[in-house]
């Protein structure tokens, strides 16, 4: 299995709500990220954890809060965002945190903040 | 700081011709670099990386790239053009300030292979 998956594709989700998006990965990474990507721009990474634990925190905003609950799972709990929270989200994982790994993106949710 | 550039926001090529998407790096010590690509409304996909050893790195669906470190260069080709190369190109270059395996992406290419 050489995927990664995220649920749901889309959402649409108001500014006082909360939502949560899903990454699964079975090929035994051990390192996984997300990246939010808006349109016709490059991935921007928000968060990197290693080992089930938190590595690299870019500066997200306190919206935004990371879980890793173990190492196929990961998941990005949503609360009050903003309009222009809108965008692609990516999920990445790779088989460790150091070297030159190549990293596998799942297809990403589309998400909409009215 | 690492940084990568590709000079070119569109890139039109004929069906059977060859192709070249560009990337220039800027990184202190050795880089490490990787060429992914997007299609609509999917996430990236991975197409090959270059650590060390020979320039010519080989990857999937027929793509390579030429690693030119007097030029700082890691131009990704083709030496025929599918339509189904149509897509958004990303080269990206390892982070070595922090340590970890997070990528730098470039500003992307949009490529069109034309029938």
């Known amino acids: 299995d050489t995927e990664v998956t995220q649920t749901p594709k889309h959402l649409v989700m108001g500014m006082t709500n909360k939502k949560s998006l899903k990454c699964e990965q079975h090929?035994?990474?051990?390192?996984m990220y997300w990246y939010k990507q808006k349109a016709k721009k490059p991935p921007e990474l928000m968060f990197v954890?290693?080992?089930?634990?938190?590595?690299i925190n870019e500066s997200v905003p306190s919206r935004f809060s990371p879980e890793c609950p173990n190492s196929s799972l990961l998941n990005l709990h949503l609360h009050a965002l903003q309009p222009e929270d809108s965008a692609l989200y990516l999920c990445?994982?790779?088989?460790?945190?150091?070297?030159?790994?190549?990293?596998?993106f799942g297809p990403g949710t589309r998400l909409l903040v009215l | 700081a690492q940084s990568v550039a590709q000079p070119e926001d569109q890139v039109n090529v004929a069906e059977g011709n060859p192709l070249t998407v560009k990337c220039t790096y800027s990184?202190?010590?050795?880089?490490?670099l990787f060429w992914y690509v997007q299609y609509p409304n999917r996430g990236l996909q991975f197409l090959l990386k270059?650590?060390?050893?020979?320039?010519l790195v080989k990857g999937s669906y027929g793509f390579e790239a030429e690693f030119n470190k007097s030029q700082t260069s890691f131009h990704l080709k083709k030496p025929s053009a599918l339509v189904s190369d149509s897509a958004l190109y990303f080269c990206?270059?390892?982070?070595?300030?922090?340590?970890?395996?997070?990528?730098?992406f470039g500003t992307g290419t949009r490529l069109t292979v034309i029938p």
């Open positions: 990445a994982s790779s088989q460790g945190d150091r070297g030159p790994l190549a990293q596998y």
């Open positions: 090929m035994g990474h051990r390192a």
């Open positions: 954890y290693s080992y089930e634990k938190l590595s």
């Open positions: 990184v202190s010590g050795n880089p490490y």
């Open positions: 270059y650590i060390t050893g020979d320039n």
């Open positions: 990206a270059v390892r982070d070595f300030q922090t340590g970890a395996n997070n990528l730098f």
